[in-house]
């Protein structure tokens, strides 16, 4: 999948980064591994919303870490097909990763960070499409954090961010309708821990969705 452009580039990067000053090679190390974090606690709070607002944005916030999660399987599968070795170990001349190379069989291509950064911003985005200007900059960040800390190629990168977010994407398209039905079953049954977990759908009724029509 490489080539010397490639090498090139992510050389260019490296040593950028290691030019850069400490508290932004700090700040590089703790984000590539934090926004994952960040896009888990924006699932939370969607979903806590969604709680009091029709079905179908319900079934859209559920579906969001669900589409993630396909999102990170087709990037993981994609991996054991394509074995391309770190940069951090196969580009000659390259300054040394800030983070630790990871071993040898957990292969580069496609990053599976860059893979669930983009399946979580298609996925919050297409629940909350006012939130695309900030999630889908953070996936953008912490892909680009993958090459700065010197264990991913530009290209896995880009990639990881492709499938991901587009196999997100083709989930909730597929499962917006069904999951909007299950949403009103489960607010329907008036169980307590349906109730809890559904929420009461006081933002009105259920207007359907765009994404599932």
């Not at 892909?143 to 909730?172: I, K, M, Q, W």
Request: glycine share 10%; aromatic share 8%; proline share 6%.
């Amino acid at each position: 999948m490489k080539s010397s452009t490639t090498e090139a580039v992510y050389r260019d990067i490296t040593d950028f980064a290691h030019g850069a000053s400490p508290w932004v090679q700090h700040l590089a190390e703790i984000w590539t591994e934090l926004g994952l974090l960040v896009f888990g606690v924006l699932f939370v709070v969607g979903w806590w919303r969604a709680r009091g607002e029709h079905a179908g944005a319900l079934a859209l916030s559920v579906l969001a870490p669900l589409a993630t999660a396909v999102g990170y399987v087709v990037s993981e599968v994609l991996k054991t097909v394509v074995d391309e070795e770190r940069p951090c170990r196969a580009v000659v001349g390259a300054a040394a990763s800030l983070a630790p190379c990871p071993s040898t069989g957990d292969w580069s291509f496609p990053s599976n960070h860059a893979a669930i950064v983009g399946a979580a911003a298609a996925a919050l985005a297409c629940a909350r499409p006012r939130t695309a200007w900030f999630t889908v900059p953070m996936a953008l960040l912490m892909a680009l954090s993958r090459v700065f800390v010197g264990v991913h190629y530009p290209h896995d990168v880009a990639v990881g961010l492709l499938v991901g977010g587009s196999a997100a994407a083709l989930v909730t398209v597929l499962l917006s309708r069904p999951t909007r039905s299950l949403a009103r079953t489960v607010r329907d049954s008036r169980a307590p821990l349906a109730v809890w977990i559904s929420g009461s759908g006081a933002g009105g009724p259920d207007r359907g969705h765009s994404t599932g029509r």
